[in-house]
T-cell receptor
Framework: KNEVEQSPQNLTAQEGEFITINCSYS?????LHWLQQHPGGGIVSLFM?????KKHGRLIATINIQEKHSSLHITASHPRDSAVYIC??????????WGAGTKLIIKP | NAGVMQNPRHLVRRRGQEARLRCSPM?????VYWYRQLPEEGLKFMVY????????ESGMPKERFSAEFPKEGPSILRIQQVVRGDSAAYFC??????????????FGSGTRLTVV
């Protein structure tokens, strides 16, 4: 079993829909990261969380440390949100354990 | 305020040649991390460096790969005698302090190495 599990693996939705991507992990962590990777592109760090909830524009990330679970939400989704969204955890300090990613496609 | 700069963006090498990948961290960042993403796979940690020091290279292959972060200039990931299996995207990230103290990562756009 992977230490970081993301679901769903693939997600296709219509523009405007509310999107939720989930991440569960099995190790103790100091922080959890959500990142975005566009096809052929670089990686953008969206959030780093150690507790609670963070919001940036249409993106919201939450984490429940007791349940070892995090969610990334996108409100009013748009085709430009199409990308791979990756959850990664920091078990101690600098080493990240990466989820396999969720490929999101938003259709106009 | 430039972010993490990696160059080249794309690099093609023939088998047996050397590949040099460069990473200039964000201004004020003294910690550099290299990750490799093989096709259809997630990122894997390779090495963590601070200025003039390799802190952790547990993710680096034992042979042909080396990394440095000199006092002046960018961090360099060097792959000698490249093989087809080295074809991957190599990402660099930087942070102002160790991540455990709450410092976030900033990633570069990556270098896509193709070995022909």
């Amino acid at each position: 079993k992977n230490e970081v599990e993301q679901s769903p693996q693939n997600l296709t939705a219509q523009e405007g829909e509310f999107i939720t991507i989930n991440c569960s992990y099995s190790v103790g962590i100091s922080a959890l990261h959500w990142l975005q990777q566009h096809p052929g592109g670089g990686i953008v760090s969206l959030f780093m969380l150690s507790s609670g909830k963070k919001k940036h524009g249409r993106l919201i990330a939450t984490i429940n440390i007791q349940e070892k679970h995090s969610s990334l939400h996108i409100t009013a989704s748009h085709p430009r949100d199409s990308a791979v969204y990756i959850c990664a955890v920091s078990p101690s300090n600098y080493q990240l354990i990466w989820g396999a990613g969720t490929k999101l496609i938003i259709k106009p | 305020n430039a972010g993490v700069m990696q160059n080249p963006r794309h690099l093609v090498r023939r088998r047996g040649q050397e590949a040099r990948l460069r990473c200039s961290p964000m201004k004020g960042h003294s910690h550099v991390y290299w990750y490799r993403q093989l096709p259809e796979e997630g990122l894997k940690f390779m090495v963590y460096l601070q200025k003039e020091n390799i802190i952790d290279e547990s993710g680096m292959p034992k042979e042909r790969f080396s990394a440095e972060f000199p006092k002046e200039g960018p961090s360099i990931l060097r792959i000698q005698q490249v093989v087809r299996g080295d074809s991957a995207a190599y990402f660099c990230a930087s942070s102002p302090a160790m991540i455990q103290y709450g410092a976030g990562y900033t990633f570069g756009s990556g270098t896509r190495l193709t070995v022909v």
